[in-house]
């Protein structure tokens, strides 16, 4: 039986048609509310939000695996009075009180979808990042990130419990919102975007079908075992390029024009949003060699592929 918390979420769904897909598998979904539209196969449990009090006996009836996937997700504009006190409490000190309690009813491998961002925010000279470089988190966000990795490891160690560490990079596919949808919706109405220019960056991405496919390879590989994995789709794109591919995907030609990066990254100050530059024209690169020498693995879905069925449930 395997255990998927953050199963109405983008990748928490992803996953669990996954599992529901192969008959042998048995898959309880822990969910906040209930859920409307899970497969029959699927058993949920309403566990609430994730809190360092929350009970998860129920769900853990029967559990010999829990993919984690429930987090309090990076946000623009965080609003909260201490951002990285409230990460803290969801992401550290909700998933230590989770794993300790999947410890204690005999769960025999814990698989946590972390981030990049406990690498860093950005990769300079063709540099990627790889699985086993120092941590080197910014943001709130990733901070909370690397401390929960942190204290999984010590819970696995004192227990016995397997942990294993995936940290993807964006996340794309069908049903994907958030900025990635935006520009999505901006390229399908034909609007004209300042970013021909951007040629020189890289940056890495993932299909949401490849992040669970990782996550399927991870449940029951010997050699994942406490440890760490970066994931990718494999090809890194400059934001000009990525642009163009999505543009194919949807039918449309992509209007860009050309305005030289300097230029973007003098407006971005102006308007007090350098975030925004470097996630358009800085790079952020994932050495992916580790996944696949010690699993065996290679992404499934090409980026053209990956990019064709998030458009094509767009135009739906």
């Not at 990130?145 to 160690?157: D, M, P, T, W």
């Not at 163009?244 to 102006?270: D, N, Y």
Request: charged share 20%; proline share 6%.
């Amino acid at each position: 039986m395997i255990l998927v918390t953050g199963a109405t979420g983008f990748v928490g769904r992803a996953l669990i048609q996954r599992l529901a897909a192969d008959t042998s598998i048995g898959v309880v979904a822990a969910v906040r509310r209930q859920p409307l539209d899970f497969p029959s196969s699927v058993a949920s449990v309403q566990t609430g939000d994730l809190l360092p009090t929350t009970d998860w006996n129920q769900a853990l009836q029967g559990v010999q695996e829990v993919i984690h996937c429930a987090a309090r997700v990076h946000v623009m504009n965080d609003k909260s009075a201490d951002p990285l006190e409230e990460f803290r409490r969801v992401n550290v000190l909700g998933t230590a009180n989770l794993a300790r309690q999947a410890a204690a009813a005999g769960v025999r491998r814990f698989v946590f979808l972390s981030s990049i961002k406990v690498n860093g925010e950005s990769t300079e000279g063709g540099r990627p990042f790889t699985a086993d470089d120092p941590p080197a988190p910014l943001d709130p966000y990733g901070v909370s990130k690397h401390e929960a990795e942190q204290v999984l490891r010590q819970i696995g160690s004192d227990s016995g419990m397997e942990i294993v560490i995936i940290r993807p990079p964006l996340v794309y596919g069908p049903g994907v919102k958030a900025n990635f949808k935006s520009i999505m919706r901006w390229l399908n109405r034909g609007l004209p975007l300042p970013l021909a220019a951007v040629t020189a960056n890289r940056r890495s991405l993932v299909a949401v079908d490849t992040l669970v496919d990782l996550v399927m390879t991870c449940l029951n590989h010997s050699s994942a075992a406490n440890q760490t994995f970066l994931v990718s789709d494999g090809e890194d794109l400059s934001t000009a390029e990525l642009l163009k591919r999505m543009a194919a995907a949807l039918g449309r030609p992509a209007r860009l024009v050309h305005v030289p990066p300097a230029l973007l990254r003098i407006g971005a100050a102006i308007v007090n949003r350098p975030g925004i530059y470097q996630r358009l024209c800085g790079s952020l690169q994932l050495d992916i060699a580790k996944t696949r020498s010690v699993l065996g693995w290679s992404p499934s879905v090409s980026v053209e592929e990956g990019l064709r069925r998030t458009a094509e449930e767009f135009r739906q």
